[in-house]
């Protein structure tokens, strides 16, 4: 199982950047997507995540919602994030995880069911 997540890098603040997660060794049919990102300094925290086995549900932290959508590609195993409206407290480097479900604690989206696997993240950078 692995996860690869690319589209980084460098927008002015107003931009647009769409990130994909590509996944191999499963499908969306198996795991749930999760966006997360980590800035410097501070904690990682999650976006966004696509669960097709929940009906295809989204979810969005209040930080982005209006801003980032995802979209799923089946065929080519990629999830995308369209992230619109960038702010310089975007950037991040952004990874993309799976896991069994999204499961949201108070406004927080976590990944620590024990089955989790994360890829590789990539970096954004939004200028001011």
């Known amino acids: 199982v692995q996860l690869q997540a690319s589209g980084g890098g460098f927008v002015q603040t107003g931009g647009s950047l769409r990130l994909s997660c590509t996944v191999f060794?499963?499908?969306?049919?198996?795991?749930?997507i999760g966006w997360f990102r980590q800035a410097p300094g501070r904690e990682r925290e999650g976006v966004s995540c696509?669960?097709?086995?929940?009906?295809?549900?989204?979810w969005h932290a209040a930080s982005v919602k209006g801003r980032f959508t995802v979209a799923s590609d089946n065929a080519r195993n990629t999830l995308y994030l369209q992230m619109s409206d960038l702010k310089p407290e975007d950037t991040a480097v952004y990874y993309c995880?799976?896991?069994?479900?999204?499961?949201?604690?108070?406004?927080?989206?976590?990944?620590?069911?024990?089955?989790?696997?994360w890829g590789k993240g990539t970096l954004v950078t939004v200028s001011s």
């Open positions: 060794g499963f499908t969306f049919d198996d795991y749930a």
């Open positions: 696509f669960s097709k086995p929940d009906g295809s549900l989204q």
């Open positions: 995880a799976a896991d069994l479900d999204c499961t949201v604690v108070d406004g927080q989206l976590e990944f620590e069911s024990g089955m989790e696997f």
